[in-house]
């Protein structure tokens, strides 16, 4: 038995051993061991010294973590079908996605789609023709000045770069997504940059495809990023491939007849080639043929007399004192147009403002409130590639495309989806005629009849 001095010794040393021992239990982890005291001193007058000394050792084992199942690649997980993922399985923290393991892994559909897509590109790589830059000339459908030649040389050249940077990013990643057990679905980030990437490169193709319908490299270009960019984005299927577009902002339905600004009956505005035409040497075999002469005693030149009456009774028909922009990179229809507008043969109080590209053109449209555009298709910065700025600027004002490009070879259906309102088709006599006003007059008196048929807002 103890006394009660040495009872009140022992709950003394007791207490101030007890903070110690707290901050020892504290600092313990997984795996360290952790001296403990097994007996006390015999005797009351030692206990104070001995108390803390530990004569045994007490170890406590190590909790092992629980297995994680990583998805980073460089494991080399092996294949999870979709309905065979788990739900709630911790991901690698490595990589920045969602926690939900089913939204990262590739699963089987999909590894199997990019797989498709893979070897549809590999096999379109193969039948890739060789770029034809240099022949560009070969392509057009009419020649053109050495500025606009430069023009499209560079467009070419710029398709080309963005072909050759893209191409090695969408190649490695239906390659790396259609391999089993290494797939990853990319981030937001990624996913965004490699559409915008494909989506990009396919429309600057096909920019230029149109002006150039016949190269078989652009052609075969734009089927393999279409099928990249549909491949990656599987519910835009069948979407590029119509080359759908944003609504005009107005109501008008496409009409070829009415798009081509034909006459009501379907007959032809055009006039004959004048007499008063700066014939070129490939024009002489076409007057000396049959069908030539067959040609004028039916429809002969228009005189000087008769252009005077017919030009009365089209300006009835179209509004007066437009203000007019032509845009053409040839200087005969510029000085052409520009004499007619000064002459009053495009209207009473007409102004026309002519550019030698796109560019000199949007730029006036910060001052001038234009009535009615006429540009050539092929332009530095005009024709289908000024339209969505243009349409930003002036939702209301008519444009109509002006083109060597026969009826049906214009693609008129694309002109009329990026915004444009007809299409006027021309011959030598707008270039080079003392008369080819007669002809935009004619086609512009067929676009105003039917947009007031119509109604239409432009």
Known sequence: MLNTKQLLSFV????????????????????????????????LDKAANQALKATAKVTIPAVAPKVAHSVYPSQA???IPSNKAPKNTVLNPKIPVTPRLETVLIYGTERERYAAVREELQNLSIQMPKEQSANIANYLRHSVPPETMRYMQERYQQVLNLINDHKQGVTAFFTYASLPGEGRVPNMQEKNSLSSAMYNTLMAIRNLKADLPDDPFLAMQDEYWATAYEGFNPLLSGYIRTQAVMPRGDLRKFDHKEFDLMNPDGTDYVLPQADT????????????????????????????????????????????????????????????????????????????????????????????????????????????????????KDGRVPVIAMSKYDRGEAGEQGLFDVGMDGYLWYNNNVNEGAYGYIEVLRALKNYYHYKGLHNWIR
């Open 77 to 79: 997980l092996s294949f």
């Open 277 to 392: 035409l700066i014939l070129d040497p490939d024009d002489l075999d076409e007057l000396d043929s049959y069908a030539y002469v067959r040609m004028r005693q039916k429809n002969p030149p228009i005189t000087p007399e008769n252009a005077a009456i017919e030009r009365t009774e089209l300006l009835k028909h179209i509004p007066a004192g437009m203000h007019i922009a032509v845009i053409n990179d040839d200087a005969l229809p510029l000085i052409n147009f520009k004499a007619w507008g000064d002459k009053g043969y495009l209207g009473e109080g007409a102004v026309v403002d002519t550019f030698k590209d796109g560019l000199q053109f949007l730029k006036s449209m910060k001052y001038v409130k234009y009535d009615l555009i006429l540009t050539d298709l092929l332009v530095p910065d005009g024709g289908k590639k000024m339209m969505k700025e243009l349409r930003a």
């Open 12 to 43: 003394l040393i007791a207490a101030a051993a007890w903070p110690a021992q707290n901050a020892v239990a504290q600092a313990v982890k997984p795996g360290s061991v952790v001296k403990a005291n097994s007996a006390l001193a015999k005797g």
